[in-house]
Each structure stands twice: as C-alpha cells, then as structure tokens.
C-alpha cells in the first residue's frame, strides 16, 4: 500500500494524495498554514503535514463524508461548518469504519486504532476568512454535494479549493446531497470568484477556470432533460443520472433538477 505523496502546483501549496486516492490541501502562509480535508484516516496526514511545514496547521473539513474526514482522528482539532454536523456523525460512525475495514482490509496497518480511535468533535466553521500571513483564505458555502460543504479560495495565488463541488465525477446523488438546482446556484457562484487555477479532491492536476466555465456551460435545460438513468459503482441502490460534458459526468438525483430542466 502506498504511503502519501504530494504535488505543487504553485508555491506554497501541496497537494497531497492520501494512500486511497483522495487528494487533500495544505496552504502556507508566512505565520500559519491551513489544512482543507485530512483523507481516510488509514495513515497519519499530521504527521505527513509535519513533514512539509513547522507552521501551526488548522483543518478545515469540506464536508463530513468519510473520505475526507475520517483522517481527522489524527488532528487535535479541526472545523466543519455546522450544516454538515449529521453527516460527519453518520460518515465517521463504526458502521462506517467497519465497511472500509471489511472492502479494504489491506489498506489497514493497525485495524483496531482505525477501528476505535475517536474523533474530535469539530467545531462550527464560524469564520468567513484565515490570515496565514501574507496569506488569505477565504471560506465559502457551498451547499449541494452536501448541505454544509464549503469551498476555500486562496486569494493571493488566486487559487480555488473546491473540496466536492467538483470532481471528474460531481456525486449529486446521495440522500444527504440537496441535489443538483443547489449545486448549480452554489456552483454558479464559484465561478464568479476571481481565480484562475483550481485543485479537486479526486484530481492530482488542477483545472483552469475556463475549464469549468465550459462544463456548466455544458448543463442546458435540454442536457439535464436528456439525462439517462446511471448506476455509481459501490452505490448501486441509488438511482441517479448523469449528464456527460466536456469537463466530466455530474451525477444528480432525479427531481433535484431546476424547475426549467424538467418542464
């Protein structure tokens, strides 16, 4: 099993891929640094974090499923806007644990700590902005993929950390999600941002604003109509559909879609 790895693409900015793929962000600043997202807990990111900076590390979470928060059981604290409290509960629970545990035993180098070790109770993101020094990141509410997910931008290096709110595959689809009209508007208003790169959870390479314009673009009235019934690999119980665009499938449940698209 591989251990992390990381990429930077600007200065100051890591990009590191947890052992199973998902990929969380550090950002440093002169006097701090900010952590979006802590992987699935399999190893220990803030040790790995403490590889790359001396700084000070506060871990935001951009939402409460497992695959970005369970890894936050390493961390003294971190923070999760208070829409998302059920779902990181839910997501970080033993059952949860459990099933990764059984679909993924190699990935375990101590089960039981996995198993067992609690988490922190974040605390409610109650903050519109961190100053890193010469560093500013500002937060911002997204709800959609989830009803507290949030976005980071980093105005100096005009860098936007989309936590969920997409992927090559935007998840739309679980019962959790508020679906696919507040994604849009959520959606809408991150690309009125000023930013030129972004970087995703399920990419190692970040993506260009233009790049993204031209997928919401893609999202007419008569492509989500059109939208053809789909199964997600490893969710197959929930039904969804999927519009397929340039920049990668969005995947919604049926009647979360804006009153336009289905008339």
Do not use: C
């Not at 969380?24 to 997202?37: F, H, I, Y």
């Not at 941002?193 to 970040?206: K, R």
């Amino acid at each position: 099993m591989p251990e992390f790895t990381h990429t930077q693409p600007v200065q100051g900015v890591f990009h590191i891929r947890d052992p199973l793929g998902v990929h969380m962000t550090l950002a440093l600043g002169r006097e701090a640094a900010l952590l979006l997202d802590a992987g699935y807990g399999t190893r220990d990111a803030y040790e790995y974090v403490k590889t790359l900076t001396p700084l000070p590390v506060t871990l935001l979470l951009s939402h409460g499923h497992h695959d970005h928060a369970l890894g936050a059981m390493h961390f003294p604290e971190s923070f999760l806007h208070a829409e998302d409290m059920p779902v990181f509960r839910q997501y970080t629970g033993r059952e949860q644990r459990e099933t990764i545990a059984v679909n993924i035993p190699h990935a375990l180098p101590d089960p039981e700590a996995f198993l067992g070790t609690p988490i922190p109770e974040p605390k409610l993101l109650d903050r519109e902005a961190f100053s890193l020094g010469r560093l500013t990141a500002r937060v911002v509410h997204t709800p959609g993929h989830t009803p507290g997910s949030i976005a980071v931008l980093l105005e100096e290096p005009r860098l936007l950390l989309l936590g969920d709110n997409w992927n090559p595959q935007t998840w739309l689809f679980f019962p959790e999600s508020l679906g696919l009209s507040a994604w849009m508007e959520s959606f809408t208003h991150l690309l009125s941002l000023p930013f030129d790169l972004a970087l995703a959870p399920h990419q190692t390479e970040p993506v260009s604003k233009e790049f993204l314009l031209s997928q919401f673009a893609a999202l007419t009235p008569k492509a989500i109509r059109d939208a053809r019934p789909v199964r997600v690999r490893g969710h197959e119980e929930k039904p969804a559909r999927v519009v397929r665009t340039p920049a990668g499938e969005v995947i919604f449940r049926s009647g979360t879609e804006p009153p336009e698209a289905g008339a």
